[in-house]
């Protein structure tokens, strides 16, 4: 039954390290995101994706790029890892019509930038 | 540009009691809004849209344009509803959503 699935639950790195999170999603959607998650700050968009190898900054880009050379796979690439990069890192997708459905999360991967 | 307002961290209730945990938004053109929740160690998932007018778990959402507002309510809360509670707003043709900063409903036994 799972349909947005992220590589690593726990990544511990040092800083200045290259950092790849990956995400695949297995229901066919357009749409992908990721977002960063922190206890007072909600959720913030990093990037999204609304097409293969199509991306669009969100909110917080800096420090992040992205990659989708697959429908079904997006990734997130911390290009020089900070201990400001230590969060919960949250993917997600939906379809064209996502107002109908929402998105669908993935269950997050743990960062933790020593 | 978009904004979604939860203004309490956290709301604490006993079993029981009524619950409303607001949302205030902002955004220039025709809302959509979602509640999305999540549980202790589980994936944040969809609870309400208000397109949808629906009730799930006993919630409720109305969205009032005057105020901007889309409060989740429920009569009676469950210890089983304490969790993380988020209000989200939707625009642009990319399903681009914007989340507000999130709720800790805490229910008392």
């Known amino acids: 039954d799972v349909k947005v699935t992220q590589s690593s639950r726990y990544l511990v790195k040092r800083t200045g390290e290259k950092v790849f999170l990956e995400c695949v999603q297995d229901?066919?959607?357009?749409?992908m995101f990721w977002y960063r998650q922190d206890p007072g700050l909600g959720l913030r968009l990093i990037y999204f994706?609304?097409?293969?190898?199509?991306?669009e900054k969100g909110d917080i880009p800096e420090g992040y790029s992205v990659s989708r050379e697959k429908k079904e796979r997006f990734s997130l690439i911390l290009e020089s890892a900070s201990t400001n990069q230590t969060s919960m890192y949250l993917c997600a997708s939906s379809d064209r019509q996502g107002t109908a459905y929402g998105y669908t999360f993935g269950s997050g991967t743990r960062l933790t930038v020593v | 540009a978009q904004r979604v307002t939860q203004p309490e961290k956290l709301l604490s209730v006993f079993k029981g009691a009524p619950v409303e945990l607001k949302c205030n938004y902002s955004?220039?053109?025709?809302?959509?809004l979602f509640w999305y929740v999540q549980y202790s160690r589980q994936r944040l998932q969809l609870l309400l849209r208000h397109i949808s007018r629906e009730s799930i778990k006993g919630f409720t959402a109305d969205l009032n344009k005057g105020e901007t507002s889309f409060h989740l309510k429920k009569p009676f809360a469950q210890e089983e509803d304490s969790a993380m509670y988020y209000c989200a707003l939707i625009s642009g043709g990319y399903q681009k959503v914007t989340f507000g900063t999130g709720t800790k409903l805490q229910v008392i036994p």
């Open positions: 229901m066919d959607h357009e749409n």
């Open positions: 994706s609304y097409d293969v190898k199509m991306k």
């Open positions: 955004y220039s053109g025709s809302p959509e």
